[in-house]
Every structure is written in structure tokens, then in C-alpha cells.
T-cell receptor, first 109, second 112 residues
């Protein structure tokens, strides 16, 4: 099976930057995804990395190092609405998608 | 474009019964994946269908099954329900750019 680790909780102040790390071990690799999930809602797609490096999309950036089995999601200029669970997911060699347990980010005023 | 829809949104069943959940993907999307989400286990992959064929399967018992119709709508069935099957069941569809999955609102199943 897949092993995906990410911190359980993080707290940050409005306007600050938060970095959520994700480490993984998979059989084969076909991409890493980040999803945002607000309480009581379905996950929404944030980013996709399949090659090493940084992908930037507005206030959110995602980084991947395949050799290290490591990714991070960077949230800049935090807003209250960014309080949510952030899920790291990895697609393995058989194109199955496995999710980490999620990191709950709380943004405080 | 309408999003992914799932019916019903909420369901209460008794142990031993069976249940069928439905998912209608975004128009034009041919891939539908199903997930189970619980507080203890997080999001777990059940199976994926593409053009009416099961393309991938997670590690769930045979009580969990699914199918996809020619219009890409999908159903999943759980037979002989157990208390531990209580969960949020999510389906997600994807199109040509298959890396981006769009999730439906989910069906909250409670087994008593």
C-alpha cells in the first residue's frame, strides 16, 4: 500500500504564510495532488505536480521532489477562508489515488 | 456546466441491508471514481470506472461493488451493511485532463 504523511494540524495568523509538508512512499509514481476540503464540503482540487519543482497558482504554490518523496503546499497571504483541511494525494504506478489523513489549518485574526 | 451530483445526500440504513448510491459526472467526463471518507481512515479509494469498465479497485471487500452506464452515470452498491460502513461516500469525475478530479457533495450513509 501507500504511505503518505502530513502534519495533523497547523495554526497561523491572517496575512502570514504556512507551509504544509507531505512525504510519501508509493509503488510507482504518476503525480501528486493537493486538495482543499472545508468542513462538511467535498474536496476541491488545488494543484498537481508530476515533475520536480515549484508550481505556482495565485496565493498557493506546490513543490515536488520525487527523489525525496516530498512535497509541500505553500499558502501565502492567509485569509480566514483558508481555514480548512488540506489533503495530499499520490497517484501510484497503477493510477490509484491514495490520500493522506489531511492537515487542518486554522487561520486566526 | 453542472457539477457532479450525488443522490441521495443522506441515508440511514440498518445493519444487514443493502444500499445503492448514484453519481452523475460532469457532462463529457467519462471517468468516475468512488471514495469512502471516515474520521478515522480519511479518504480511501474504492474503485474507478471508465467507459463502463472498472479500471481500478481499492482494498475493500466484495460487498462493495459498482457499475457505470453508457451515459457515464455510476452507481455503487454495498451489500450486507455493517456499522463500520457509516461514512461519507464521495464520487469524483474527470475528463480529458484526467489529473483533475471534481468531487460531488457526497452521500452521508449512517448504518444503525
Amino acid at each position: 500500500g501507500q504511505n503518505i504523511d502530513q502534519p495533523t494540524e497547523m495554526t497561523a495568523t491572517e496575512g502570514a504564510i504556512v507551509q504544509i509538508n507531505c512525504t510519501y512512499q508509493t509503488s510507482g509514481f504518476n503525480g501528486l495532488f493537493w486538495y482543499q476540503q472545508h468542513a462538511g464540503e467535498a474536496p476541491t482540487f488545488l494543484s498537481y505536480n508530476v515533475l520536480d519543482g515549484l508550481e505556482e497558482k495565485g496565493r498557493f504554490s506546490s513543490f515536488l521532489s520525487r527523489s525525496k518523496g516530498y512535497s509541500y503546499l505553500l499558502l501565502k497571504e492567509l485569509q480566514m477562508k483558508d481555514s480548512a483541511s488540506y489533503l495530499c494525494a499520490v497517484r501510484d504506478g497503477e493510477y490509484k489515488l491514495s490520500f493522506g489523513a489531511g492537515t487542518t489549518v486554522t487561520v486566526r485574526a | 456546466k453542472a457539477g457532479v451530483t450525488q443522490t441521495p445526500r443522506y441515508l440511514i440504513k440498518t445493519r444487514g441491508q443493502q444500499v445503492t448510491l448514484s453519481c452523475s459526472p460532469i457532462s463529457g467526463h467519462r471517468s468516475v471514481s468512488w471514495y469512502q471518507q471516515t474520521p478515522g481512515q480519511g479518504l480511501q479509494f474504492l474503485f474507478e470506472y471508465f467507459s463502463e469498465t472498472q479500471r481500478n479497485k481499492g482494498n475493500f471487500p466484495g460487498r462493495f461493488s459498482g457499475r457505470q452506464f453508457s451515459n457515464s452515470r455510476s452507481e455503487m452498491n454495498v451489500s450486507t451493511l455493517e456499522l463500520g460502513d457509516s461514512a461519507l461516500y464521495l464520487c469524483a469525475s474527470s475528463g480529458a485532463e484526467s489529473y483533475e478530479q471534481y468531487f460531488g457533495p457526497g452521500t452521508r450513509l449512517t448504518v444503525t
